[in-house]
């Protein structure tokens, strides 16, 4: 599994069709017509993705929700998991890296 | 080399299976394959009458089915199913079909499809054809079992080996049992959520029973287990567990989307439960573990609303039992008959009927409210190319009505005997088989038709 890079940003692939129920979300991905389930927080990092944000900024939005009480190097890490695996998954994009010139 | 098997002519086929109705044109078509059309689809054909109205019309062309080899040899470019709000294009090795609306007709698809010919092909392009359109109209196509449970529907989805027709086998009544493997689901003018039978059936190998639908009451999700167990399930599990019943061809976004918003609704509104059971769980066991959950979904009012699926029901019990007996309402047949009288009915052929006899036919209308099972006395019977024209009048109306036999209306019995208060008298026919008649209306069911006979 590739980790994501710290300071890239991630999204959502916009056309993806998704439902929230109840406090969990469910995505349907109609390339290969897989369904996914999310938790909770798995929703809400859903939702922060439909705009471009890095994993930081992932970790930031999540304090301030007050929805975890342990250090913010865990949180961060299981962020990162889990948006490697949408990722891996085909749910969420990120844009390429800019070289040193800026293209 | 073997002869080409024969080709009959031109055949015209209307299908309603769940909400959408769709015509085939068929041509080309070997004997043998279009007798196996009309076997497997009869419970779900309507005379095929202009007036109907439907999703699509689509002019098949059969070909003969290539060798392993050049099925192998065929390659075919792009998706199998890409649809647009005004182009449908479907593409497999042994089928191809192409319909678009016109500006002058939005709501009908019209077009075109070769296959090959052989059942298997055919199914398979009228499922996804169904498939399609089904999605449109608000409902959808599921792999799962079927079953009627006294007036209520049950839904029980589930992936090859969760046990569909396991299920199946175990129904007592196989009348029960809508299907085994794709059941259609669609909303009814109130909104409310319905399921009814089709002609795709698995391992069991019917063809299904009639048009008729029942109020959806449970959304039973299949699994194997060591034991049974019925229990409650998430939405959001039953959601993504529907998802992957849907019967879908398509891979687009916005295809993904309207099903995504169908099966939402759904599971919302009809309670979703994971019922698990062993091999050596019965029928009787399974619904008796159910049935705590239907109660609450049953709704006030599960008498059928609609005349073609009533209709239907009716067809499908002549053609099982040849017999029927019911009690309709009307006064176009008075003084012959009167309104509340007992008419019993025997399965008919036209071409075994005389002038005189009085019939009961099925005229489509536009939509099934318009459907009509017409008593009238037969005027004449006149020959007309591959058809017959019949003439008919209610004895009590002056306005003779024509209608071309498997076209516009089809004639499903003739009225053998009537009775009124204790007595009982024949209608124009053979009197000896009286008694067998009367004495068959004790056993008989009567059905519902009280409001739907002119």
Known sequence: MTMPVIGRTYSRVGHLPFRRLDDETVVLNPSNREVHVLNGTGSRIWELLAIERSVPELVRALETDGRFEVEDEIIAGDVAVFVAELVRKGLVTTPPPRSADGT | ?454
């Open chain 2, 1 to 454: 080399m073997p002869r080409p098997e024969t080709e009959v002519a031109p055949a015209d086929l209307l299908l309603s299976i769940g909400s959408v109705v769709g015509h085939l044109a068929l041509s080309r078509v070997p004997a043998s394959l279009l007798a196996m059309v009309r076997e497997r689809y009869d419970a779900f054909v309507l005379p095929p009458s202009p007036k109907v109205e439907r999703a699509f019309s689509i002019a098949i062309v059969f070909h003969p089915e290539p060798s392993p080899v050049e099925a192998a040899a065929i390659v075919v470019a792009g998706p199998p199913v890409a649809v647009s709000d005004r182009r449908i294009e479907i593409r497999r090795w042994d089928f191809e079909a192409i319909l678009e609306t016109r500006a002058t007709e939005p709501e009908v698809f019209r077009g075109a499809a070769t296959c090959s010919a052989s059942p298997g092909s055919l199914d398979t392009l009228l499922r996804v054809l169904w498939s399609i359109f089904t999605l449109r109209a608000g409902g959808a196509l599921f792999h799962a079992c079927g079953l009627r449970h006294g007036e209520l529907g049950i839904l029980a989805p589930g992936p090859s080996g969760a046990g569909k027709t396991t299920l199946a086998r175990k129904i007592v009544n196989p009348d029960d049992v809508l299907s085994d493997e794709v059941v259609a689901v669609h909303r009814d003018r109130d909104q409310r959520w319905r399921v009814s039978g089709s002609p795709f059936w698995g391992e069991l190998r019917r063809s299904g029973i009639s048009m008729r639908s029942f109020p959806l009451a449970a959304l039973v999700f299949l699994q194997r287990a060591a034991t049974l167990r019925v229990e409650s399930l998430r939405p959001p599990e039953a959601l993504q567990r529907a998802l992957g019943c849907v019967l879908s061809f398509e891979s687009s976004a916005e295809t993904a989307r309207m099903s995504l918003a169908t099966m939402t609704a759904l599971c919302q509104e009809v309670r979703p439960v994971v019922g698990a059971s062993a091999l050596d769980t019965t029928g009787g066991e399974f619904l008796a573990a159910l049935a705590p959950f239907l109660d609450g979904n049953a709704p006030e009012d599960t008498a059928v609303d609609n005349p073609r699926e009533l209709i239907s029901e009716l067809r499908a019990h002549l053609k099982r039992h040849r017999i029927y007996a019911f009690r309709p309402t009307g006064s176009s047949m008075q003084p012959s008959l009167h309104s509340g009288d007992s008419l019993f009915l025997e399965r008919v052929r036209l071409e075994d009927t005389l002038p005189g006899d009085v019939l009961v036919y099925w005229r489509p209308g536009a939509v099934p409210e318009q459907d009509a099972l017409v008593c009238h006395r037969m005027i004449a019977r006149v020959s007309a190319g591959r058809r017959a024209r019949v003439y008919a009048k209610g004895d009590a109306l002056c306005e003779i009505e024509q209608f071309e036999e498997g076209q516009d209306a089809e004639v499903l019995a003739k009225v053998r005997a009537a009775s009124r208060d204790t007595r009982t008298w024949p209608m124009p026919g053979r009197a000896g088989s009286l008694a067998i008649l009367a004495g068959s209306l004790a056993r008989m069911p009567l059905l519902k038709l009280v409001r739907f006979l002119r």
